[in-house]
């Protein structure tokens, strides 16, 4: 059974960072590329980044360019986004997916929210 738990989402003030996880079980996690997704208020859900399964290759939406990273961890089978220099814009519920054959995989989402 496919399960995607994230994690490290809360309130931060603008400027500030966070780090997002995602862990990974129920499937060869190192076979398969990774994705982080974000859904704000009244908007449809985002593809924020995504990263191949060596990581070799990073995939990023223009606009958060420099400032959000992904990476993963194949060993611990988990994903990551760090988040720098957030904007109040960037509050949203934040997701993780895979794409594994013709099946998206969804965690539950982690609440981001920029304020001060």
């Known amino acids: 059974q496919v399960q995607l738990v994230e994690s490290g989402g809360g309130l931060v003030q603008p400027g500030g960072s966070l780090r997002l996880s995602c862990a990974a079980s129920?499937?060869?996690?190192?076979?398969?590329?990774m994705s982080w997704y974000r859904q704000a208020p009244g908007k449809e859900r985002e593809l924020v980044a995504a990263?191949?399964?060596?990581?070799?290759?990073?995939y990023y939406v223009d606009s958060l360019k420099g400032r959000f990273t992904i990476s993963r961890d194949n060993a611990k089978k988990t994903v990551y986004l760090q988040m720098n220099s957030l904007k109040p814009e960037d509050t949203a519920v934040y997701y993780c997916?895979?794409?594994?054959?013709?099946?998206?995989?969804w965690g539950q989402g982690t609440q981001v929210t920029v304020s001060s």
């Open positions: 990263i191949t399964i060596t990581g070799n290759r990073l």
């Open positions: 997916n895979s794409k594994i054959g013709r099946n998206d995989y």
């Open positions: 129920g499937f060869t996690f190192n076979r398969y590329a």
